[in-house]
Every structure is written in C-alpha cells, then in structure tokens.
C-alpha cells in the first residue's frame, strides 16, 4: 500500500494533471451554480476532450467536475434560492434564508467548509474500504459478476422515482439498446438493419450526451421562445463575499458534520441513492440539533453540504472495486474508465494500484482547490448566474456534434445522439427516469458477458447462478430490491387494516 501510495502521489502531482484537475473543478463549480445546468452535462462535455489525454489526468479533470459541481450547487441555492443541483435542494431552505437577512456570505462559507469536510471524510472511508473490497471481489468469477451487476440493475427501482412501472420500461428499453450490434460471441448482427455504421452497437456516450444535453436544450429555447428572449434571474447586486466559519461555530457544529458525512458516504455507496435523498436525512439531523433550522440555521446550511459531498468519495466506493455507478454521474464516469482502458473493478487495484491511489490524492488536491477557488472567487460566480442561459446552450449543442462525432469519427454517433435526445426529451415530458435507461445501457453488456461465459463453464445450465453462495445471495438482495415497492403498499395497508 505505502509503495502505491508514493507511485500515486508521484502521479498525481505532475503538473499536466494539477491544471486538468483545475480545470475540471472551474467548470463543474460554474456548471452547477447555474440553475438548470449540472455536472453530469459538464462531464458529458468533457469527455470528448479527454480523448487525447493518458488516463491519470482524463480522470482527474471529471474528478474535479465531479467534486466541483457537487459542491458548487450551493452558490445559486443561497444566493437566489433556486439549487444549482438536486443535491443542493435542502441547502435552499436555510441558505436562501440567510441570504435575505444579508448574511450571504456566512452561508456561502458554511457551504464550503462542509463541502471540503465532506467530501475528504468520504475520501478516508474510500482509502481503507476499497482496497478491502477489491480484494474480496477477486474471488468473482462469472456467475458472481453476473448475480451482482443483477442486483447493481435491480437499484432501478430506486431510480424509478414516482412511476415505478415508467422505470423499469426505461431499464428495459436500455438492456435491448445493448443487443444491437455483432453478437460478441457469435459474431452475427443484431437488429442493425443494414445499417453498417450499426455493427458496432449503441455506443453509451452518444446517448449520454444527448439524454442529458438536449432536453435542457430544447426546453430552454421553447422558453426564449415563449418569452420572446430569456429573462435573467434577479440577483442581489450587493458585493458578495464567503465568511468562513469561525472556530466555536466548526465546534458546535462537528459532531454533527461527521454524522452528516457518514450519512452521505453510506448512502453514496448504496448504488441508486445519492445527493438529494443524503442530504435530506441529514438535514433532518440538522434539525434535531438546532429547532431554528427552516428559518436560517448555519446548521441547515453545513449538514446537507456535508452530506452531498460525501456521496462523492461513498458513489466512488462500488465504482472502482465493482464496477457499479450508483447515480448518473458515476455511470457517465464509467464510461470514462472504459474508454481509457480502465475497466473498474477488482482487477483495477491488482493491474493499476498506481493509477488508483493517483486517483484517491488527485481527489484531496480537488478539494483543496474546491475550498480556495470557492472562497476566493466567489463573487466572480455570482457574475455567471447573470450569463443569458440561451447563448450557454447554443455552445452547449454545437459541442454536443462535435463531441458525439470524436468518440469514434463516425457520423453514426452523431445520429444516434440526435435520436436519444429527442427520446431524452420525450421521456422527461412524460415522466419516464432517464437515469434507468442510462444505467441498463451500462451495465447490460457486462450482463449478457457474463451471463454467457457462466454459461459456457457449466455446459449451458443455470445452476450455477445458484450453486454459488455469494451469487444466490445477491440474486435474493435483487429479486428483493424489486419486489419491495410491491410488498410495501400491501403491509401498510394490512397494518392500517389490523390499527382499525
């Protein structure tokens, strides 16, 4: 460990990856700052960029999109009580309070300093569980792969949202859009039509780009067209600046900012949870401390920021040793491993300790960086939040072609985006989850893989899904997963039935 770690730390401090690492963590903090835009558009964008790069530093520029935008999401949460990311949804109800009562930049402090504690107590957990969990993970053969990228899948069901039944037509139609292409073990063409640009299959980043790109842009122009120009946000023209907590308020509120942030890593690890549902609980726990959270507690401003940065280093937990995105970030970052030839998983830390390790320090610099470009620059961002939304979403398109056609310098990319898109529209119109499809689209050629090689070893019996102790385990964990928004509405009904 000690001799990755030197390897690592040797990697990482490399001056081509300190500036990729600064860049990536500019854009995520300005990406997510904007209402409306977030960090998983960002990571998008930036992966066509990366293409030319060696993976420590293509890496730590989505790291630091990653962790910025997780943490930047506050700014516009406070500042006009809109959250710049899902995650930051319970950071409006304290933050935005403050704001109006002018002690902005109290919470705009708070913010950051929860944010670094956060995301580096996930980076300590990160550092002595994955390794762990690697280890253990070795032991996987095809069978165990399968039943745990089974239930990695079944955590559709918490994606879901509201309509559990849109969810799951979402995973479905993500596990045929795998199927098209050459089968990879018979070498025959599936569903390509004839269309040769088809043989190599749907390519995961196309549909990325274009699931969550175009929607944002096509509702934001439909709005500039509706209001004949896009009207800016109101924002207070007061010189802002951060106000870092001082030493009796990181006393008071310590305890409960190691709660939040084991709330958040726990949380992050469980794939199909993330941010949003991380903070809420531990603003809930904010509220138990402080009665005055709701109406502009420093406390209901540091426990959901805590939290939401813990998620990071929790969500890179089952990303690195199982090679299982819990959210769309993580899956869009799946994605990124795949293309530099890091496949995530056991064998990741046994090939590239080096490069692992190089990724657990590049996440502490990000931080660092997080915490000085945050408070220093602060008053620069507010500036973003005035930049006419349109004129980001012209750029934002021209570099979706541009982006799509890189990957593979293949037009087919280009097309493919342009439908999933345009699919990507049409299911946030009527409330179908992308993150189910994107997910399934991920993970379902790792299933079929080694679904078929499980099958090639035991002569074409399906026994060996459940001779294996560890895959009848997490095949039981998925069919659970599954059944439980079923079984739920029966027990409560049978428990209101047995209270009457």
Sequence with gaps: MLEYLSQGLGIALQWENILFMFIGTILGLVFASIPGLTFS?????MIPVTFGLDPVPAISVLLGVFAGGMSGGSISAILL?????????????????MAKRGQAGRALGMAVYASVFGGIFSLLVLMLVAPQLAKVALKFGPAEIFALVIFGLSTIVSLSGTSLNKGLLAGLFGLLLTTVGLDPVMGLQRYTFGQSWLMIGIGIMPVMIGMFAFPEIIETFQRAKNNKGV?????????????????????????????SSAIGTGLGAIPGTGGPIASF???????????????GAIEGVGAPEAANNGVTGGAMIPLLTLGIPGDSATAIMLGAFLIHGLAPGPLLFQNYGDLVYAIFISILIIYVMVLVIQFFGIRLFVKVLDFPKVNLMIAILAMTVVGSFAINLNFGDVIIMFFAGLLGYLMKRYGFPITPLILALVLGYTIEDNFRKA??????????????????????????????PLIKPLLEKRAKADKA
């Design 41 to 45: 558009t960002a990571l998008i964008l």
């Design 81 to 97: 009580g809109i959250p710049g990311t899902p995650s930051a949804a319970a950071t409006v109800i304290d933050g935005y309070e």
């Design 231 to 259: 009207s800016k946000e109101p924002t207070d023209k007061q010189v802002v600046k951060a106000s870092f907590p001082t030493l009796k308020e990181m006393k008071s509120t310590f305890l409960l900012m190691l709660k």
């Design 281 to 295: 609980l531990a603003y809930d726990q904010a509220r138990r401390q402080n009665p005055r959270c709701g109406k």
């Design 455 to 484: 099958l090639v070893y035991s002569d074409g019996s399906l026994a060996i899904f459940v001779q294996s102790p560890v895959s009848l385990v997490f095949l039981i964990l998925a069919l659970i997963m599954l059944l439980a």
